[in-house]
């Protein structure tokens, strides 16, 4: 393993891999065992695009080749911020192939976040389509390529790549993988990072979570074993396909492992989601609470034809009880809840659960491996029922963030437990109850944003003395971002901050939504900021009150 990522011990890594959970086989050797045995099966689907599983191994074989020629070579980190195409399947498994680990971003992402993860990972690459919703993805990545000292690419995927940049889907479909014995060769150790996946950044802009070809084959492996997973299986990718749930839970990267087909879509709508599952004959998909609420609300509207759906999983938020209840009686599905992190511990309710299980629970680890203590304030063990923060460990949970010391020493306990931040209550039955989050994160329709870097941003580009960015109700997205602002002078109206967070290259999905002033922050009654009564404050505004931004 790197030595930017810390390790887990080797007792504990022996004793994971005398327990099957590590195979010691890097994940682009699993991806031909997969295409030679599922062969012309369609693997993905991406509007009228069908992929096969031997011709996704040749494209990605392709694009490893590609990368390598461009000068990469295996332990290079690249930036990858793709939306769901079937481009992005193919440059991950080609890094897996190559050795080169893909940082996933997202196509939301802008300057400020871009910029940082670029920097960090020390990025020989940076990957976007060329434009996406309007926006000039790749005039963003050539001007970030531009300030970084060292050489640093740009590819593009899309119909319009401009000279001296690398046109990825050219490559994907022109090369053959034709030199697959170099690539076998290459193989990367599986001690080594894979992928990286962000943290949902509660303490400013988003940590990277260096997941390995052992830990995260046994993460998608173990996950498909407990959902059902099987060759029948056609997954529905609505979700951002970079992020860990629908990637790895068992999502894309699940799917394809046993043979099952993955279908991407650009958008979670539910008019087009209905029509996709009803012409490709959808089993599972996976959603946020927000977004299944629209789902279920449109449902009862145009009573879609979703008679091959099977299962919804959400996961991302917690799921309050009574649309829990909706979603089977109103999609006719299996409701299965997931309480999982890119840091690694997974829940899920089981298929057979009883319904109170699935109703009011977020379901227990998937590993006999998985550790989990939940503790007081003080780190003190709790009994079963009294609530506490989570902390774990485990096989596919790593012992810390890469090239984060100073972080790690807060986020891990000396002997390797990861502190979640979330507050929850551990039943008897071994299932979790989620009550709460310790961390300062808005959970922004499944997309996590973190009060203090909004908090920052506004400090920074705004004429205030204080700002305090807070998580209200919102009716779509469960919860908008609102930020309360201390105003040296005239306060700043809604318009003005989103511009200038905008031109301060910040991401949309984490632009205030809602923006109040106060003369002063209230203070709790040891001196700090009483988030909680600024939250109850603001939080009961009508959309009458308020100019919604959708």
Not at 178 to 189: K, N, S, V
Request: glycine share 10%.
């Amino acid at each position: 393993m790197t030595a930017d990522l810390p390790a887990w011990p080797p007792e504990l890594a022996a004793g994971y891999r005398a327990a099957g959970y590590w195979l010691d086989r890097p994940l682009g050797d699993l991806m031909w065992q997969w295409a030679e045995t599922y062969g012309e099966r369609v693997a993905l689907v991406d509007g009228d695009v069908e992929i096969s599983f031997r011709a996704l191994a040749g494209y990605a074989d392709g694009l490893a080749e590609a990368l390598l020629d461009l000068g990469l070579r295996p332990g290079d980190r690249i930036v990858v911020g793709l939306p769901n195409r079937w481009e992005f399947v193919a440059l991950v498994l080609a890094c897996f192939r190559a050795g080169i680990a893909p940082v996933l971003a997202l196509p939301a992402h802008r300057e400020q976040e871009l910029g940082y993860l670029a920097r960090h990972a020390e990025a020989r690459m940076i990957i976007v389509p060329d434009r996406w919703r309007g926006f000039d993805h790749e005039a963003l990545a050539a001007r970030l390529a531009a300030d970084l000292p060292w050489r640093c690419a740009v590819g593009v995927v899309g119909d319009s790549v401009a000279p001296g940049h690398v046109d990825l889907t050219a490559l994907a479909r022109s090369t053959g993988g034709g030199r697959r014995r170099r690539l076998d060769a290459l193989a990367p150790d599986p001690g080594d990072a894979a992928l990286f996946l962000l943290s949902g950044g509660t303490t400013g802009l988003p940590k990277m979570i260096g997941r390995t070809h052992n830990d995260y084959e046994y993460n998608l492996r173990r996950s498909g074993e407990v959902c059902g997973f099987s060759a029948d299986t056609r997954y529905l990718v609505t979700l951002p396909a970079a992020h860990n749930f629908p990637l790895g839970c068992p999502g894309i990267l699940g799917a394809l492992a046993v043979g099952g087909q993955a279908v991407l879509l650009g958008s979670p709508e539910p008019i087009r989601a209905f029509q996709t599952i009803a012409r490709r004959r959808i089993t599972i998909t996976s959603l946020v609470p927000a977004i299944a609420r629209r789902w279920v609300d449109k449902a009862r509207e145009t009573r879609p034809d979703l008679g091959s759906l099977a299962v919804v999983q959400v996961g991302g938020s917690v799921l309050d009880p009574v649309l829990a209840q909706e979603i089977p009686a109103t999609l006719g599905v299996r409701l299965q809840q997931v309480f999982g992190m890119a840091e690694g511990l997974l829940n899920y309710t089981r298929l057979d659960d009883s319904d109170e299980v699935l109703l009011h629970t977020q379901g227990r680890p998937i590993s006999p491996g998985d550790e989990v203590l939940v503790v007081d304030e003080s780190d003190r063990p709790l009994p079963a029922g009294e609530i506490g923060e989570l902390l774990t460990r485990g096989p596919y949970t790593p012992r810390g963030y890469f090239r984060a010391a100073e972080h790690n020493a807060r986020a891990f306990t000396p002997d390797g437990w990861y502190r979640t931040g979330d507050l929850v209550r551990l039943r008897e039955d071994g299932n979790l109850v989620v009550e709460g989050r310790r961390k300062d994160l808005i959970n922004r329709g499944g997309e996590k944003v973190s009060a203090e870097e909004v908090e920052a941003v506004a400090r920074a580009v705004l004429d205030v003395a204080d700002a305090l960015a807070v998580p209200v109700p919102d009716p779509r997205f469960g919860e908008r971002v609102c930020l309360v602002v201390v105003p040296r002078g005239a306060a700043p109206s809604l318009a003005e901050v989103r511009a200038e967070f905008t031109a301060h290259g910040v991401a949309d999905y984490k632009l205030p939504e809602q923006v109040e002033s106060l003369d002063r922050l209230p203070l709790t009654p040891v001196g700090k900021v009483d988030r909680k009564s600024v939250r109850a404050q603001f939080a009961s505004k009508t959309e009458e009150s308020w100019t919604p931004v959708r």
